[in-house]
């Protein structure tokens, strides 16, 4: 006797006695075409034992046909931690303000390693990469990800990383300094001279310093580097020529800003000089106290929309954001955008980053120029007695 599909489910069988048993399998042998008996618990044309059927377990991230898939990759763990946390919270807090429905984002942690993240981030589908943070990780992840046809979004500023697919979101110093620059030139100021780091951002201040000054029309009168060892920023001021320039840029952050003003303002030179900074005064709200900077101006990025920003994660979170965390936000922003237009599982439209308009976020408008680098609508910030004043508004849009 077999089972029948109901009692095979239900894992029972009807209750016969011992003789009919026998009886009923006697008369089966005589039957033409001897059908076997079943035994309890086994299937037809097999003689163990019926396992049951487990459902299958699915590898990686489950199947969605509904959302588009977007990896985050920031070090949520290691030196870096707090800002990789920082922005993967901001994307979250835009996923929610928009109500983004479509829109899935995965997180990986860079610092177990960029290459093993952005494959495991390629292989479970993610078809565009917001991230990394750091350079170097960049340069790791834009070929893997080039390769698999998935566009980059980089948090990083270093603009050797950009391009072939990579595109870098990052705060580029070269930007600030021209912006603020040209400013000056505005108000007619015409000498220039410059205080650099030793070092890759140095560099890339210097050459900023050099090229801006020479479209506004004005004249670099000195450029001194330094490195880090005591006492060199007091030599380099040294060096700087006794006759007053009009201007002098300090490209580096607050601490040694707050150290070379006041060498500056007791220099020949410099006694008059307007000071002029980079974007990375705007994360420095000590430099108001020093009235050795007073006056001083820089361009950044607006932080009237971050202020709201900073306010909603505390309320969230319970912690103060890194200001990094803005870059998170927006990059889902625009990923946001792009998504109307995006069909589900198709590769992300990159061409779409091309748009001339820009997009908005909360670090105010921004588009990307044809070498895979945001170019970014700044405000000229003045610093004044406790706090910073803006001279000169970003503008709110992009010409053609």
Not at 117 to 145: F, S, T
Not at 147 to 166: C, H, K, M, Q
Not at 385 to 398: C, H, N, Q, T, Y
Request: some cysteine; glycine content about 12%; hydrophobic content about 45%.
């Amino acid at each position: 006797m077999t089972e029948t599909g109901a009692e095979r489910q239900a894992g029972i069988l009807p209750a016969i006695g011992r003789f009919a048993r026998i009886t009923l399998a006697a008369a089966a042998l005589m039957v033409a075409g001897c059908q076997s008996i079943v035994p309890k618990g086994t299937q037809p044309g097999t003689t163990g034992p019926v396992r049951p059927t487990q459902p299958g377990v699915e590898q990686g991230l489950p199947t969605d046909t509904q959302r588009h898939r977007v990896a985050l990759l920031v070090p949520m763990s290691g030196g870096n931690a707090g800002v990789g946390t920082s922005i993967a919270n901001a994307t979250t807090l835009a996923l929610l303000d928009t109500k983004a429905s479509n829109v899935r984002i995965t997180t990986y942690d860079t610092a177990m390693g960029a290459a093993a993240a952005a494959n495991k981030a390629i292989a479970e589908g993610n078809k565009l990469i917001l991230g990394p943070l750091m350079a170097d990780d960049a340069r790791i992840v834009g070929p893997l990800a080039r390769r698999a046809g998935v566009p980059v979004i980089s948090f990083s500023n270093d603009t050797s990383v950009a391009g072939n697919g990579t595109y870098l979101m990052g705060y580029n110093p070269s930007q600030s300094i021209e912006r603020v620059v040209t400013f000056a030139r505005a108000k007619g100021m015409t000498n220039f001279a410059a205080l650099t780091p030793k070092g890759a951002y140095g560099e890339r201040s210097g050459t900023a310093m050099l090229r801006a000054v020479e479209r506004s029309g004005g004249t670099v009168v000195a450029m001194q580097a330094y490195d880090r060892a005591p006492g060199a920023i007091t030599a380099a001021i040294g060096k700087l020529p006794a006759k007053p320039y009009d201007a002098i840029l300090i490209a580096d952050g607050g601490r040694v800003a707050l150290q070379a003003a006041p060498l500056v303002r007791k220099a020949p030179g410099g006694a008059d000089a307007q000071i002029l900074g980079t974007e990375l005064w705007n994360t420095e709200s000590s430099l108001a106290g020093n009235p050795a900077l007073r006056g001083a101006w820089f361009a950044a990025v607006s932080d009237q929309l971050y202020g709201q920003l900073a306010t909603k994660y505390r309320a969230r979170f319970g912690t103060a954001p890194f200001r990094l965390s803005s870059l998170g936000y927006d990059a889902v922003l625009l990923t946001v955008r792009i998504a109307r237009d995006w069909k589900v599982g198709a590769p992300f439209p990159a061409a779409r980053l091309s748009d001339s308009g820009g997009f908005a976020g909360i670090d105010g408008a921004f588009r990307f120029a044809g070498n895979g680098v945001a170019e970014r609508a700044l405000e000229v910030n003045q610093v004044d007695a406790g706090r910073f004043s803006v001279v000169d508004a970003a503008p709110r849009a992009f010409g053609p």
